[in-house]
Each structure stands twice: as C-alpha cells, then as structure tokens.
C-alpha cells in the first residue's frame, strides 16, 4: 500500500503506484492533457477540485463551455515555454493548446 504525501488524508493506489495518475504517463492523453483516468485520479487526490475534462468540440458562442475555452486558451497561450522539444515534438503545452483548439492570433 503506497500513501499520498499531496493531502491530509493518506490515498491509496492501485497496482502500486508512488504517485496519482495524472502524474504519470498514464493518467495523461498522448494527444495532450488528461485521459479520464488522469482526471479521476486528480479529483481524489484533491477533494473539492472541480477539474473539467477539456473542451474539444463545437461549441455555442458565449455558451459557458466556451468561456472556459477562451479562458484556458488566454491563460496556457500566455505561459512561457518553447512549442517544440529539441528533437523537434511539440511540447505537452503545445499539444494541450491543440487539443482545446485554441487559435493562434495573428
């Protein structure tokens, strides 16, 4: 039994894990940022979160999903970081960016 240092509340893991999925590879989307696992994982560790799957379809204008899109584009567009790894893969960033579909302004 492995125990959680991130909450007041010991966690347990499953299959022996050291820390919550979403830290690890999989609990994250190879296509960018969190699988359903990934999201769950987040919620235990941080009881009262209210972390939301990503927005990746179509959506109303002004409707709340794309107020949270606008927003999450606004706030991960501005963070500092390269797009692409050296060997030339785009970024966790990068991939989070595309997976929301934020636009890039020109």
């Not at 994982?41 to 990503?54: D, E, F, I, V």
């Not at 584009?73 to 991939?95: I, V």
């Amino acid at each position: 039994m492995k125990i959680c240092k991130c909450g007041d509340k010991p966690e347990k893991y499953k299959k022996g894990g050291k820390t919550p999925a979403w830290t690890r590879k999989e609990g994250k989307n190879p296509k960018g940022g969190l699988n359903a696992k990934g999201v769950a994982s987040y919620r235990r560790a941080n009881p009262g979160s209210k972390l939301k799957m990503a927005v990746t379809g179509k959506v109303k204008a002004g409707s709340k999903a794309a107020k949270r899109r606008k927003s999450f584009c606004a706030r991960m567009g501005g963070m500092k970081g390269p797009m692409k790894k050296p060997n030339g893969k785009p970024t966790r960033k990068a991939l989070a960016l595309r997976k929301w579909r934020c636009r890039k302004k020109s």
